[in-house]
Structure formats: structure tokens, C-alpha cells
């Protein structure tokens, strides 16, 4: 899987939560070149071997049809008209040929045709793998924001959903948290102003309750819709 | 899930059982591939016995055209081999049957016959029975000189040299176009089944092929949900590796880095609560209901970790 890149800023309204969304792009059909390109590699041999076979069926008919009438007009009926036998046989060898180029044609445009249908069908998986890729980029930095859901048409929408389901549920958890270590910081503060404490012991509260401050705010940043 | 962690790896064996994990993803995907191939099949397949047909027909066209010529069976006269011999105009051959009796002339003697009358003839020639005194016949034998018959002469056509393999070739030449006919039309047979069979097995194995490369996708999703799901109830277990083969490598490495990450968040929080706790105690608020809440939270992260 290609690195994701870090998700730009949001365009949409950040109270709300979802940004506006991403627009499927040409230039990056490909998120996930080993993925895709294995699954178009493996659709797109497989039926360039049967056309191919059967392709090779349908020439070597013809061409033995061919070669029959060939035969059949070397007899001595046709001595007398060459013109026409060499022209019979011309016509034949270009029909032939004309057979072996449309068979062709026809193989490059198939390959084609199923190939840009692969990638895109493809990118329907690799998409919504892709996106969850950069949540998890930001959840291994401590960055819990709102999970925006899929576009219209990509697949994996229940991984997606428990995925999302997880990500809101620790969230919301990791917010809980912040909101209990503040009322007890609060309530601390309080304590540690009210009541007579002094020395070394005084100041290591404080430091801890600093500490506890800083993290806090951090965590609450990390925690932000967006 | 059972067994060992060996070194983060967990040793589980693909089945057969559960091959469809995610159905909907592999079902597609597989049915997808399925389906062109059958089409492809079914369309070149379609074309390839229209040519083939065609090319039967040509073939047998020109099979019936061939001209098997019959050889002159001597020089300077063609024969026509074909043609059956029509015994009725054969000229009869006189010749005698057993059992029949050729016609025995009448003796000669007397115009009424007397002279052929039955009966014993004495050794004098009388008559025993009658009395009467026999005519005798004297016989005089001469040497007559029958002549000798002309000498037959057979006249027989000089036969060309190879008249035999003619024969042959040309007989061979007829009996061949039946068989070549049916030869034509049993290899048409024949592709049609080969088709028709080929056809089967790309789709069955392709059917099974699908599904087992799809389930080296859906595997690492399956195993990546579950550990979601354990996370969305606040377990943080330890991640494991995926099995070999497994695809979406860099997305599991992903995910075990965000664990990884979740699991940090909560040492964090557990190291800078322990610590404000240490501190209250030490400074003689330990019993404050705040630190009791701190307390309680550790010991439920604490716990999410284990």
C-alpha cells in the first residue's frame, strides 16, 4: 500500500464535522498500486489467454477454410481461369488477415476497457482502505477527529462503519477522560490553594498538577473535530 | 482464537470452512471475474463454432467434390469399375445338371418298334418267349478320321502397367468420402465439447481461485475488525502478525501503529495521573475525592491494557 499522505485541511464547516468531500481524481486511481495492479494483472492474462486461444481457434478454422478452397481450385476446372483463382485466393488471404487484425484489435481493446474498469472497481476497495490507512496515521499520533464517512459507491462500507464505530467510541471515551483529569485538576488547584501547603511537597503537587495541565491541553487539541 | 503467541505471530490455518469471511466483497469480485470469463467464453466460443462450421462446410464441399476417376483397365479403353456386371445378359452356358437325363434317341428298326420290344433274347438269337426266329443287325465298324478342331485363339487386352494400385487408389478414393465426412463432422463434435468443457473448468476454477485470493483481503479486515471491535469495548490486547500469504500487509502495519498509538494515550494519561496522585499524597491530600477519581481511572485503564 502506497503511504498515505496526510489529509488536508478540511473545507467544510468544522462544527458540523464532516469536511467537504474528496472527488474521485484520475491521477490517483491507483492508491494502492500492489493490491489493484495484482487483481487487473490476474483478470486481464486470464482473459487475454482465453481470447487468445480462442482467437487462435477461430483463425486456424478460417484459415484451414481457406486453404480447403485453395486446394479445390487447383484442379483442372480452373485451369483455364487464373485471373479468377488468383484473385479467389487473394481475397481469401486478406479476409484471413483482416481476421487475425480485428481479433487483435479486438484483444488491446478488451485489455483496455477491463483494465480502466478494474482499476476504478479496484479503487472502490483500495479507497476506503486508503482513508482508514490515515486515520490510523493520525490515531497512532494521539489524534482522535471526527470520522468523516465514505463516497458514494466505494465498498467495504461495514469495515468502514465498525471502523468508524471504534474510532467515535474511543473518542468519546478519551474525551471522558480529559473531562475527569480537568474537574480533578480543578478541584486540586483548589486544594492547593486552600490548604497550608509549603516546601518541597507543595511544590511537586504543583509541578504535577502542571504537568497534568499541559497534557490535557495537548490531548484536548488532539481531540478538536478537526 | 486459541494457541500460542510465538514471537506476535499467532499460527492460524486457512480452512476451507471459512473461505467466505466477507461475502459480499468476495462474492462480488469473484462473480465479477466469473461472469466475464463466461461471457468471453461464450461469445468467442459462439464465434469460434461459426467458423468452425463454416469451415466444415467447406471442407465437406469439397470432400463431395472430389473426383475419384476410375482407370482404364486396358489400353486404349476405359472401364467403368463402378459399374455391377448385369448377369442377365450373359450368354447362357449349356450345361448339364445332375440328376437330368438326356434324351435317349430311339433305336433304329421298325417304323412301329417291334424291333425294340423287352425281352430274353437266346444265345441264337431266337425269341424264348415268342418262338420266332430274331432279325439279326451286323454291325460293320470302319475307322473313321475325325478332324481335328482349329486351335482357339483367346485374344487377351494387354494390361497397363500400375492398373492395380489404380484400382485400389480408386476404390480407396471412394470409400474415403464417407469417412472423411464423418471425420469432419466429429471433430466439429469435438470442439464443441472442448469448448464446452474448457469452458466448465475456467469457471469452476476460476470460482475457487476467486475466492481464495479475495480471502487473503478479507482475512487481515476480518482480523483487523476484531481488534476494532475489542477496542470499541476498551481492550487494548496485544496485535498480532497475519498469516502468510495474507495481502494488505502496509494496511495491517498501519493499524497496529494506531494501536500502538491508543496504547500510548493511555500510559500517558495513567503515568500523568499516578503522578498527581503521588504528589497529593505526599502533600497530605490523598483522601480528596478528585484524587479517589484519579485512582479510579487508572485502575480501568490499567485494566484496558492488560
Same mark, same amino acid.
Given at each position: 500500500?502506497?503511504?498515505?499522505?496526510?489529509?488536508?485541511?478540511?473545507?467544510?464547516?468544522?462544527?458540523?464535522?464532516?469536511?467537504?468531500?474528496?472527488?474521485?481524481?484520475?491521477?490517483? *486511481?491507483?492508491?494502492?498500486?500492489?493490491?489493484?495492479?495484482?487483481?487487473?494483472?490476474?483478470?486481464?492474462?486470464?482473459?487475454?489467454?482465453?481470447?487468445?486461444?480462442?482467437?487462435?481457434?477461430?483463425?486456424?478454422?478460417?484459415?484451414?477454410?481457406?486453404?480447403?478452397?485453395?486446394?479445390?481450385?487447383?484442379?483442372?476446372?480452373?485451369?483455364?481461369?487464373?485471373?479468377? %483463382?488468383?484473385?479467389?485466393?487473394?481475397?481469401?488471404?486478406?479476409?484471413?488477415?483482416?481476421?487475425?487484425?480485428?481479433?487483435?484489435?479486438?484483444?488491446?481493446?478488451?485489455?483496455?476497457?477491463?483494465?480502466?474498469?478494474?482499476?476504478?472497481?479496484?479503487?472502490?476497495?483500495?479507497?476506503? =482502505?486508503?482513508?482508514?490507512?490515515?486515520?490510523?496515521?493520525?490515531?497512532?499520533?494521539?489524534?482522535?477527529?471526527?470520522?468523516?464517512?465514505?463516497? /458514494?459507491?466505494?465498498?467495504?462500507?461495514?469495515?468502514?462503519?465498525?471502523?468508524?464505530? %471504534?474510532?467515535?467510541?474511543?473518542?468519546?471515551?478519551?474525551?471522558?477522560?480529559?473531562? %475527569?483529569?480537568?474537574?480533578?485538576?480543578?478541584?486540586?488547584?483548589?486544594?492547593?490553594?486552600?490548604?497550608?501547603?509549603?516546601?518541597?511537597?507543595?511544590?511537586?503537587?504543583?509541578?504535577?498538577?502542571?504537568?497534568? @495541565?499541559?497534557?490535557?491541553?495537548?490531548?484536548?487539541?488532539?481531540?478538536?473535530?478537526? | 482464537?486459541?494457541?500460542?503467541?510465538?514471537?506476535?505471530?499467532?499460527?492460524?490455518?486457512?480452512?476451507?470452512?471459512?473461505?467466505?469471511?466477507?461475502?459480499?466483497?468476495?462474492?462480488?469480485?469473484?462473480?465479477?471475474?466469473?461472469?466475464?470469463? %463466461?461471457?468471453?467464453?461464450?461469445?468467442?466460443?459462439?464465434?469460434?463454432?461459426?467458423?468452425?462450421?463454416?469451415?466444415? @462446410?467447406?471442407?465437406?464441399?469439397?470432400?463431395?467434390?472430389?473426383?475419384?476417376?476410375?482407370?482404364?483397365?486396358?489400353?486404349?479403353?476405359?472401364?467403368?469399375?463402378?459399374?455391377?456386371?448385369?448377369?442377365?445378359?450373359?450368354?447362357?452356358?449349356?450345361? /448339364?445338371?445332375?440328376?437330368?437325363?438326356?434324351?435317349?434317341?430311339?433305336?433304329?428298326?421298325?417304323?412301329?418298334?417291334?424291333?425294340?420290344? @423287352?425281352?430274353?433274347?437266346?444265345?441264337?438269337?431266337?425269341?424264348?418267349?415268342?418262338?420266332?426266329?430274331?432279325?439279326?443287325?451286323?454291325?460293320?465298324?470302319?475307322?473313321?478320321?475325325?478332324?481335328?478342331?482349329?486351335?482357339?485363339?483367346?485374344?487377351?487386352? /494387354?494390361?497397363?502397367?500400375?492398373?492395380?494400385?489404380?484400382? #485400389?487408389?480408386?476404390? #480407396?478414393?471412394?470409400?474415403?468420402?464417407?469417412?472423411?465426412?464423418?471425420?469432419?463432422?466429429?471433430?466439429?463434435?469435438? #470442439?464443441?465439447?472442448?469448448?464446452?468443457?474448457?469452458?466448465?473448468?475456467?469457471?469452476?476454477?476460476?470460482?475457487?481461485?476467486?475466492?481464495?485470493?479475495?480471502?487473503?483481503?478479507?482475512?487481515?479486515?476480518?482480523?483487523?475488525?476484531?481488534?476494532?471491535?475489542?477496542?470499541?469495548?476498551?481492550?487494548?490486547?496485544?496485535? *498480532?502478525? =497475519?498469516?502468510?500469504?495474507?495481502?494488505?500487509?502496509?494496511?495491517?502495519?498501519?493499524?497496529?501503529?494506531?494501536?500502538?498509538?491508543?496504547?500510548?494515550?493511555?500510559?500517558?494519561?495513567?503515568?500523568?495521573?499516578?503522578?498527581?496522585?503521588?504528589?497529593?499524597?505526599?502533600?497530605?491530600?490523598?483522601?480528596?475525592?478528585?484524587?479517589? @477519581?484519579?485512582?479510579?481511572?487508572?485502575?480501568? /485503564?490499567?485494566?484496558?491494557?492488560?
Amino acid at each position: 500500500m502506497t503511504d498515505p499522505a496526510p489529509i488536508p485541511p478540511a473545507v467544510g464547516n468544522a462544527a458540523t464535522g464532516p469536511r467537504a468531500r474528496y472527488k474521485r481524481k484520475l491521477s490517483n *486511481y491507483l492508491l494502492d498500486k500492489r493490491l489493484q495492479l495484482r487483481y487487473v494483472l490476474v483478470v486481464t492474462i486470464l482473459s487475454g489467454l482465453i481470447a487468445g486461444a480462442l482467437g487462435y481457434l477461430i483463425y486456424k478454422q478460417s484459415a484451414d477454410a481457406s486453404a480447403s478452397i485453395e486446394n479445390s481450385m487447383k484442379s483442372d476446372i480452373f485451369a483455364n481461369m487464373q485471373d479468377f %483463382t488468383d484473385k479467389i485466393n487473394s481475397n481469401l488471404q486478406s479476409g484471413d488477415q483482416m481476421l487475425v487484425y480485428k481479433m487483435i484489435g479486438a484483444g488491446i481493446g478488451l485489455v483496455i476497457i477491463l483494465s480502466l474498469y478494474l482499476v476504478i472497481m479496484t479503487h472502490k476497495v483500495a479507497g476506503p =482502505l486508503f482513508k482508514v490507512s490515515m486515520y490510523f496515521d493520525r490515531m497512532a499520533d494521539g489524534r482522535l477527529t471526527v470520522v468523516t464517512p465514505l463516497r /458514494k459507491g466505494d465498498m467495504l462500507q461495514d469495515f468502514y462503519q465498525s471502523f468508524q464505530e %471504534t474510532h467515535d467510541a474511543i473518542r468519546a471515551r478519551a474525551k471522558a477522560d480529559v473531562e %475527569t483529569m480537568d474537574k480533578a485538576l480543578v478541584a486540586l488547584r483548589d486544594q492547593q490553594n486552600q490548604a497550608d501547603y509549603r516546601g518541597e511537597q507543595r511544590q511537586k503537587l504543583v509541578d504535577a498538577l502542571d504537568g497534568l @495541565e499541559q497534557h490535557l491541553t495537548d490531548r484536548k487539541k488532539k481531540l478538536a473535530d478537526r | 482464537m486459541t494457541g500460542q503467541p510465538p514471537q506476535g505471530n499467532r499460527g492460524y490455518k486457512r480452512s476451507w470452512k471459512n473461505l467466505l469471511i466477507n461475502k459480499r466483497y468476495q462474492l462480488r469480485f469473484t462473480l465479477f471475474m466469473v461472469g466475464l470469463s %463466461t461471457l468471453l467464453m461464450a461469445g468467442l466460443g459462439f464465434w469460434v463454432m461459426r467458423v468452425a462450421n463454416d469451415a466444415t @462446410e467447406v471442407a465437406k464441399a469439397d470432400i463431395l467434390g472430389t473426383q475419384c476417376d476410375p482407370p482404364s483397365a486396358f489400353e486404349g479403353q476405359e472401364t467403368d469399375l463402378d459399374e455391377e456386371p448385369d448377369l442377365d445378359e450373359a450368354p447362357a452356358v449349356p450345361m /448339364k445338371l445332375e440328376g437330368e437325363k438326356a434324351p435317349v434317341p430311339p433305336p433304329p428298326g421298325d417304323a412301329d418298334g417291334s424291333a425294340g420290344d @423287352e425281352g430274353d433274347v437266346d444265345e441264337d438269337g431266337s425269341d424264348a418267349g415268342s418262338g420266332k426266329p430274331r432279325r439279326k443287325i451286323d454291325v460293320i465298324l470302319d475307322d473313321m478320321e475325325v478332324p481335328a478342331p482349329a486351335p482357339i485363339e483367346i485374344k487377351v487386352p /494387354k494390361v497397363r502397367d500400375g492398373l492395380k494400385a489404380e484400382i #485400389i487408389d480408386h476404390h #480407396i478414393c471412394r470409400m474415403g468420402i464417407p469417412a472423411s465426412l464423418d471425420k469432419l463432422e466429429t471433430r466439429r463434435l469435438q #470442439i464443441l465439447l472442448v469448448l464446452i468443457a474448457s469452458g466448465l473448468v475456467l469457471v469452476f476454477g476460476l470460482a475457487v481461485y476467486g475466492i481464495k485470493m479475495t480471502h487473503k483481503v478479507a482475512g487481515p479486515l476480518f482480523k483487523v475488525g476484531l481488534y476494532l471491535a475489542k477496542m470499541r469495548d476498551g481492550r487494548f490486547d496485544k496485535v *498480532y502478525n =497475519l498469516r502468510k500469504g495474507d495481502q494488505l500487509v502496509d494496511f495491517y502495519e498501519h493499524f497496529k501503529v494506531a494501536h500502538a498509538g491508543v496504547v500510548k494515550m493511555q500510559k500517558d494519561d495513567i503515568d500523568r495521573a499516578k503522578a498527581v496522585i503521588a504528589a497529593a499524597e505526599a502533600a497530605g491530600a490523598g483522601e480528596h475525592a478528585a484524587v479517589a @477519581e484519579l485512582r479510579t481511572l487508572v485502575a480501568r /485503564k490499567e485494566k484496558s491494557l492488560d
